[in-house]
T-cell receptor, first 111, second 118 residues
């Protein structure tokens, strides 16, 4: 079973920040939080990942709570091309490295 | 960098035939590849983990004799759907685990293969 829960859908106005929450209350100390997105009929695209600290790259920022039980993916200036299903995944730092996908959040960016 | 390709992108076949799907890491070596299946409006479901030079590890409920996986080199894994039936129609996606910096990190995904069994 997936170890993450996300809201099924969200809307965001174009140009505004999109904040996508993820709950991973059973996460253990040796598990990373990964975010991917999937645009219709394509393979998932890597966005960002983190262990304890907040992370930022050219695509997004990842905010992880101090107790690590939840996180938020932030797209600072959403565009229409950011419309996709966003998946939050927890993954062990060693071993099989396999992902178990949850249901994800369907983000719709509105013009 | 870290590009994964799949071939074919789309295949239509008759019931009872076998279909082979290739997954290649184009610019890196992948000791581990993964195969997923995705039905319409559903999430990705992990089918199996494929390690180069060894037998694949299948997830619970996935028939290993139905979905044959071969990982003969560090850049190629194949999934063969044997005796395909209409219920096997799905979107099949592979991924490869890539090394970034000093540790192996995220998976990079292929574009997927849409299989339709008539």
């Amino acid at each position: 079973d997936a170890k993450t829960t996300q809201p099924p859908s969200m809307d965001c106005a174009e140009g505004r920040a999109a904040n996508l929450p993820c709950n991973h209350s059973t996460i253990s100390g040796n598990e990373y939080v990964y975010w991917y997105r999937q645009i219709h009929s394509q393979g998932p695209q890597y966005i960002i990942h983190g262990l304890k600290n907040n992370e930022t790259n050219e695509m997004a920022s990842l905010i992880i709570t101090e107790d690590r039980k939840s996180s938020t993916l932030i797209l600072p200036h959403a565009t229409l091309r950011d419309t996709a299903v966003y998946y939050c995944i927890v993954r062990l730092t060693s071993g099989t490295y396999k992902y178990i996908f949850g249901t994800g959040t369907r983000l719709k960016v509105l013009a | 960098g870290a590009v994964v390709s799949q071939h074919p992108s789309r295949v239509i076949c008759k019931s009872g035939t076998s279909v082979k799907i290739e997954c290649r890491s184009l610019d890196f070596q992948a000791t581990t590849m993964f195969w997923y299946r995705q039905f319409p409006k559903q999430s990705l479901m992990l089918m199996a983990t494929s390690n180069e030079g060894s037998k694949a590890t299948y997830e619970q409920g996935v028939e290993k004799d139905k979905f044959l996986i071969n990982h003969a080199s560090l850049t190629l894994s194949t999934l063969t759907v044997t005796s395909a039936h209409p219920e096997d129609s799905s979107f099949y996606i592979c991924s490869a685990r890539a090394r970034l910096g000093n540790s192996y990190n995220e998976q990079f995904f292929g574009p997927g293969t849409r299989l339709t069994v008539l």
